[in-house]
Every structure is written in structure tokens, then in C-alpha cells.
């Protein structure tokens, strides 16, 4: 069975694992154990109330229950930019015209901005090779949605993510070279690792606070703005199927995109439903396609868990299920749940 639960420091090992596997540009999960370990503790600080839930850190595992392994993480920061400045580049247009001449100019520009201060971020989302399949990447992603309908007094109004932009094999980024490199003088890889580390107080040390204008870089920096990394394009299209869409910023290291949604209008949110839980005695067939499987929450702040179970066990009232799958939500028959689809139907009308 495949299980989400809070991620916690017998995690590390799984996490540094699927971290170092991950390459260069993962700026929230660098493979440094230190850093990995203080991550851990400050979700398990926020999962256990010793720190402000409106401020804290928020960390999902998935387990695989038959091995005893965590095979990919999630996560939630409930606000950035309030210990740390948090920066975006805005692409806005500027305009200049010139009546006598005739000539009207737009100029694709860059602006370094900290419009997503207070807002909160879905991140941190690694999903270990050996489970890339089966609606794996999908419940990972969407269990941080059941947490936050649950507990959105915790949470902004808007959820927004920085998704991973261009690189190379070697880590190399086109944005980077023609433009942070001129005024940090190291490589992306150091400078990712460093704010990944949480030294961020280089970027407002050094980072130009004048527009950038785009036509004065080169072409393959131009092309890379707003795009994603080849291995985030999954990513990109499962937010983009919750209504996840591109507001204008992008990563100031790579270029990468970032989408926001309300979360009330969140698919995953929108669709979801509360029902009663019956443990039943009947055998049930879980091995379902992504389609026809809902996720499951328990909806406890410090002690979450979401599985999957097939749609036909949902009734108008109720939702079945066995005993190993409510022991695994640490649920009773009687006890209140929140199911949304794992999965979108696109069954053509």
C-alpha cells in the first residue's frame, strides 16, 4: 500500500537518497544532510504545534507500507519571504513611443520583485524513479490540496509554485550564464545550492535592482524564460489541471515559471466530498486504474494520512472500506473523511 503521512527524521536516509538521485536545479531539496535534518525538524515542529501552524513547514511522505520505505516527498510553505526575502522576476512590458518619429516600442523587460511575500507555496515534490508510475505522482501532489481544505485558516488565500526551469546535464542554465553569472561571478549549481541552503542574503547584496531588458540577452537566455525543465513538464501539466496558471514571475536563478490558483478553486479541493467511513468485512479490490480510484484523507492536522480507494466503494452517506486500509488512515467506521478523484476523467462527451 501506498501511503501519505508526515515526513519525519527516520525519513532522512530515503530523502538524501532521492535527493542526490534528483541532479542539479532541485534548489528546496539539496542532498545535505544537515540541511535535510533541519528541514525535518522544523516539519515535525509544525505538524506537533510547537510553532505557529500560519508559519510553518509542512512535509509529506509517501510510504510504500510493504517496504517500510519513503519513496517521494511533498510539501507546503505555509507563507514565504517572512524570515527571508523571497525574490521573483516579473516579465512586464515596457512601452516607449515617440510621436515626431512614428516608432512605438515594446520592450519585454525584467523587474526583481517580492510579490509572493505572505503567499503560500506547494514545493519540495521528489518522487523516488522506482514508483514513477500508477498514479504515484499524482497522489503525492494532490494530498498537500486535502490538507490544505482542511486547515485553510493556515494558508493564503492564492497557493503559488516555482516550477524547476532549463538547465543541462552538467547544471548549466542559459538565464543564469547571461545574467546572474555577470554579478554573483560562481556557476548556477553554487548559487542554486546556496539559496537552497538558505543563504538568500547574496541575491539582495548583488542581484542589479534596475529592469532587465530582455532583447539585450542572448537568444538561448531569452528562450528559456518561463520555461520548464523537461523533467518538470509532468508536473507543470497536473498543476495545470487543478487550475494552476502562469502569473508573470518567473525563477530568478533559471527562468522557471511560477503558476498560481485560488485555493478555493483548486480541482482537487472543488471536487472533494466528506463522507462517513464504514469498515467493511467485504473483500475489495484496490488494484484499480488512477481513473477509477479517489483519494482518501483522515484530515488530522498532526497526524495525517491519505491513501487511495476504488470510486465504488463511495456511497451517498458513506465510504467502505477494509480494515488494513482504515487502520492505515487510523480511522473508525463512523469517523468523517475527505475524498477527492485521483485522477481527472477525460472521457471525451
Known sequence: MLLIRPLNQGDLEDLHDMAEGAGKGLTSLPPNRDLLSRKIARAEDTFNERCAPEAGMYLFALEDTEQKKCVGISGIEARVGLDEVWYNYRLSTTVNASRELGVHVRTPTLHLTNDMTDTSEICSLLLSDTHRQGGNGLLLSRCRFLYMADFREFFSEKVFAEMRGVSDENGRSPLWDALGRRFFDMDFSEADFLSGM???????????KYPIYVPLLPEPARAVIGEVHDNTKPALRMLQAEGFNFNGLCDIFDGGP??????????????????HVLVSRQPVNLDVPPEERVMVSNRSFRDFRV???PKSCIKPDTVSMPAEV????????????RLSPLKENRTAK
Open 198 to 208: 538558505g543563504n538568500k542574503s547574496f541575491i539582495a547584496e548583488l542581484m542589479p
Open 307 to 309: 491513501t487511495t480507494l
Open 326 to 337: 482504515a487502520d492505515a488512515l487510523q480511522v473508525s467506521s463512523g469517523d468523517l473523511v
Open 258 to 275: 511560477v503558476v498560481e490558483a485560488f485555493i478555493h478553486n483548486v480541482r482537487t479541493v472543488r471536487e472533494s466530498v466528506k463522507r
